[in-house]
């Protein structure tokens, strides 16, 4: 990979510089803590790049590659070959870029993926994972991230985060996020089973309401002792109204029982539920993400075939504003304020309105181009939008929201992507090129760090 890679003028690496080397704070990621504690050498790059990233699965899928080549039984060579021959034909991806990004980065391979040297760059990089015994802590080292947070649903011991910690050879700040989709799933088949495995986890019996907020402050508190900063919200739903706790519990013990629950009932109770979570995470100075606008599960085969999170998640219907709105609106009234949130959409046609609605409340920003819009083009409009209608300077930066261990290298994508409208807008004479670096550097690492109060 050039060094000028994606940078378009002499300014635009010059900035570029500057910060590609700052340290990543990755503040939303789906890595494993048990993988990331256990630190097992990887065995190929086939399981690096192969073994659970849905990204290049909906590639493989989207270009004809039969199902046993993605999650079947094939070997992981022959699924890096069937891999390597759709990606190189995916001119303008940024699964083109970010693979190759990862081949230089990682390997020292610099050659373009097809199918007709697949054999020879699996050598080559395993090569590399052999000699330099490439494990999760080794990439997330090489990498330079100081802190990472995991995803972690309210249930979890947290045994993995608590190992890490206690492991001084370890620099890497890895911190859980609590989140709590499955305890807001309620329509869910089973979701007794689930709330008997929170009352098994809290030693609250969840039998109500009442017992349920006993039981998630019970849980926010095991987060928080376990250097717990983040909390997260990814349901395809938003609540449209609150109800009052009476009817919220009625509409949970209906849950508990098996019992068919209303959109209308379904929504009041979540209304409540988020203004219930907001309050905790103002009083405890947690952040609270709220990813909006996904679609999960679109193929009843694939789900049923493979699960969740196996590449079956589309872009969902813009939400209404207004929802979001009141729902801010309620938790400032009722807390005193709104707790430091990041706000994501899935829908780019949110985000101008997000942003605006972001601007009417202290402490809420909105997050960075986010999964389906996290290519070059959604990355730059992304940035545009929080410089035209926020404050660019107070923007957060990249994540990775990835199982991943080599998708650090989509930190590097942003900064380049950063740098190059920076440096368009200083050369346009849109902006002072002696302030450029001080944007970049907040945005890449500063405005984060300062966030999770380091």
């Not at 545009?384 to 991943?404: C, I, K, N, Y």
């Not at 002072?432 to 300062?450: F, G, L, Q, S, Y």
Request: glycine letters at 8%; proline letters at 4%; hydrophobic letters at 40%.
């Amino acid at each position: 990979m050039k060094a000028e890679y994606l940078l378009r003028t002499p300014a635009a690496e010059a900035l570029y510089a500057k910060v590609a080397k700052l340290p990543i704070i990755d503040y939303h990621c789906h890595l494993s803590p048990k993988e990331i504690e256990e630190d097992a050498p990887f065995t190929s790059i086939g399981e690096l790049w192969l073994s659970g990233d849905h990204y290049k699965w909906r590639l493989m899928r989207n270009a004809g590659i039969e199902e046993k080549y993605i999650t079947g039984d094939a070997s992981y060579q022959d699924k890096f070959r069937k891999f390597a021959k759709a990606l190189s034909l995916a001119a303008g991806s940024p699964l083109y870029h970010w693979a190759h990004m990862e081949l230089s980065l990682y390997f020292g391979i610099d050659d373009y993926l097809n199918e007709n040297n697949a054999d020879d760059i699996w050598e080559r990089a395993n090569a590399v994972i052999r000699n330099e015994g490439l494990s999760p802590r080794s990439m997330i080292r090489k990498a330079g991230v100081a802190y990472l947070a995991t995803t972690d649903d309210v249930i979890d011991s947290l045994e993995y985060h608590k190992r890490i910690r206690e492991d001084a050879s370890f620099e890497t700040v890895v911190a859980p996020s609590f989140r709590t989709d499955n305890v807001l799933l309620i329509r869910r088949a089973g979701y007794a089973e689930y709330a008997a495995k929170l009352t098994a986890a809290s030693g609250v019996p969840v039998s109500g309401l009442d017992t349920l907020k006993a039981a998630l402050m019970q849980r926010l508190d095991h987060f928080c002792d376990n250097n717990c900063r983040f909390t997260d919200i990814g349901i395809p739903d938003f609540p449209s109204r609150i109800a009052d706790d009476a009817e919220a519990d009625a509409t949970y013990c209906k849950a508990l029982a098996g019992e068919p629950i209303s959109d209308e009932e379904y929504s009041g109770f979540l209304g409540n539920m988020y203004l219930f979570l907001g309050k905790e995470y103002y009083c405890r100075g947690l952040v609270m993400q709220w990813h909006l606008a996904v679609y999960r599960n679109a193929s009843t085969k694939l789900f049923e075939n493979l699960g969740p999170d196996c590449g079956g998640d589309c872009i969902g219907d813009p939400l209404k504003g207004a929802d979001v709105i009141r729902m801010l609106d309620a938790i400032e009234k009722s807390a005193g304020g709104v707790p430091q949130t990041i706000l994501y959409t899935l829908h780019p046609g949110m985000a101008d309105q997000l942003q605006t609605i972001a601007g009417s409340f202290r402490g809420v920003r909105c997050g960075t181009a986010w999964w389906f819009c996290d290519h070059y083009r959604g990355i730059e409009q992304q940035i545009e939008v929080v410089a035209d209608l926020g404050h660019l300077g107070s923007f957060l930066g990249m994540l990775t929201d990835s199982r991943s261990f080599l998708s650090y290298a989509r930190h590097d994508y942003f900064r380049r992507i950063l740098c190059n409208k920076l440096a368009t807008w200083c050369e346009n004479g849109e902006f002072d090129p002696a302030m450029a670096e001080t944007v970049a550097r907040r945005v890449c690492c500063e405005n984060i760090k300062a966030l999770i109060g380091g």
